[in-house]
């Protein structure tokens, strides 16, 4: 795109949303000084149109959720959010209404989570709309929490509730006539339905849970399905997960369409987009962990335990009977 | 992508170019420790295939250049260079071949530039390969230089030579049967017209200027053209350049083809991709920079002076007369 043009849009749409260390998206880069004593911890992830989010999908909610997926990492982390670099690569049908509406999105977001622009860079694309965001987090030296430390014994949790987006994702192919509208879709209220399609739009990152999160010996967020991610986390630890999944949190919403259509259980604990907070606290931190992440009002729920490796993965579900997940997808005994 | 999927490129390609902050590129995140007494300076650019670069460029070269414009920023700022991350959005028809011969590239200049992959994201896109960067590098507090504080009296320096990148995109277009070959380079050897083309290529990023660049009182990198560059840098800094444009450093082969070619000229100011350093020096740290610089073995030339921002912006041409610059684009009086 002309340099003249890219200054102007820049200026227009996105220097409003930079922090102090943006020096007003004037320079070349930017500032940042780290909190004395602090780690920063870093994380990146890519939104392409059509695969990460349909094109269509209001401006704002794009953007809160190209911020919201790496929030999510920095608060699976235990980390502190600093500031953030965004890369857009526009398609040539970009307006100025659409821009002014995500940079609003965005600047929401970001102002919520005090994480402030710290710079980035718009450049012109043939293809689909494409997002990258760079966001960075500060820790108390040491105090990262990993996704590769979960030990034997250590009990497993889960925030929030579990399945929501994925719901959210088949309401709205249909709402875009992507995809037949789903049977149980018709047995939900139009606020339940609006609940499980925003949590598709607009991911909403456990900042809150942070304090607790420092209780714990693993954890990640959850964005490729609970059963896939909590198999990455063991992978990663040398562990195996066994947990019952009938104790995965729903909501009222999922709860409802589930007693609706019973099949959609591998959905519910397969399917992405959840961005909760998968985490691995020892037995004995146990207590301090429930309590901390009661006094931030994020419910927690254990599901299970971490076993050694040499053990079964054992994951119960709806009979109490044993599951069986081939490529994380869900398939019945 | 299917997460295991990913995660297979990701710990076969990318994980061996990992730094110790980044963790094997197994967490969620990367944890790095910033130099005790340091600022950070980030800068984050992107490249799309088919605008910053051709998609059947050679993938060692499309990595090294993707990596070169961002370390190109950071050395502009005086920064030293401690990593980044990279997020991929991979077009269908990706094969192991190319990005095998990708992430050596990357892991070539990450590694002659001592900055690690930290993180990243690998994504598929409908669309063009879509690379994004964000490079992280530490100054002393205090220490960036910055884009908008040249002063009026500051001498204009540019580092290397400058327009060998425009032409070589010329014949890099030619070479691709994307537009006609130019007459002028049938006067350059072979080994001329490489030189040329591999400046487009590959930018050869001006870190070895750092220690001289601390002298300076304002800098930038030349991405977008010298006569715009040092027109954003003046608006940035609230001053107007007075520079004789004939005095601009050219390589033997830009020489020779603007012999053959007069016209030339205004391409070789104006073009892109130069990715040299362009910086303002107050005259008393003059002698200094020009020595730091000699050292480094980085040619450095004088072009003209900051003037204050009610004087008239002079650019001399080839004659000794007043050049106009509608648009950054040349025309003569």
């Given at each position: 795109m002309p340099q003249r043009r890219e200054q102007d849009l820049i200026a227009r749409y996105f220097a409003p949303l930079?922090?102090?260390?943006?020096?007003?998206?004037?320079?070349?880069a930017a500032l940042l000084a780290p909190p004395p004593g602090s780690e920063l911890v870093l994380t990146a992830d890519a939104l392409v149109a059509g695969v990460h989010f349909f094109g269509a999908d209001p401006p704002d909610t794009i953007a809160a959720k190209a911020l919201g997926v790496n929030l999510s990492d920095l608060a699976a982390k235990a980390a502190d959010p600093l500031g953030f670099l965004l890369t857009v690569a526009l398609p040539?049908?970009?307006t100025d209404e659409w821009l002014e509406a995500f940079s609003r999105g965005l600047g929401e977001v970001a102002s919520k989570f005090h994480c402030p622009l710290l710079g980035g860079d718009t450049v012109a694309t043939p293809g689909p709309l494409t997002l990258s965001i760079t966001a960075l987090g500060a820790v108390a030296a040491g105090a990262m929490v990993r996704r590769t430390t979960a030990s034997p014994g250590d009990l497993l949790y889960v925030s929030g509730t579990i399945g929501d987006a994925a719901l959210g994702l088949i309401l709205r192919q249909a709402e875009l006539g992507e995809a037949p509208a789903p049977g149980?879709?018709?047995?939900?209220?139009p606020r339940q339905r609006e609940m499980l399609v925003g949590r598709y739009l607009s991911p909403q990152p456990r900042q809150k849970l942070v304090p607790a999160l420092r209780a714990a010996s693993a954890a990640m967020d959850v964005s490729d399905g609970l059963v896939g991610d909590m198999r990455a986390m063991m992978r990663a630890s040398g562990a195996r997960a066994q947990a019952d999944l009938w104790q995965v949190p729903l909501s009222d919403a999922a709860s409802t369409a589930l007693a609706g259509d019973p099949a959609l259980f591998g959905r519910l604990v397969?399917?992405?987009?959840?961005y909760e907070i998968l985490c691995a606290v020892p037995p004995e931190a146990a207590t301090a962990f429930e309590f901390l992440a009661r006094q931030t009002g994020v419910p927690v729920t254990a599901l299970g335990v971490v076993a050694a490796a040499g053990e079964r993965e054992i994951f119960l579900g709806p009979d109490g009977d044993s599951q069986n997940f081939v490529n994380d997808r869900f398939s019945h005994f």
């Open positions: 930079a922090g102090p260390g943006g020096l007003g998206l004037r320079d070349d040539r049908d970009w149980w879709g018709e047995i939900l209220s397969c399917g992405g987009d959840d």
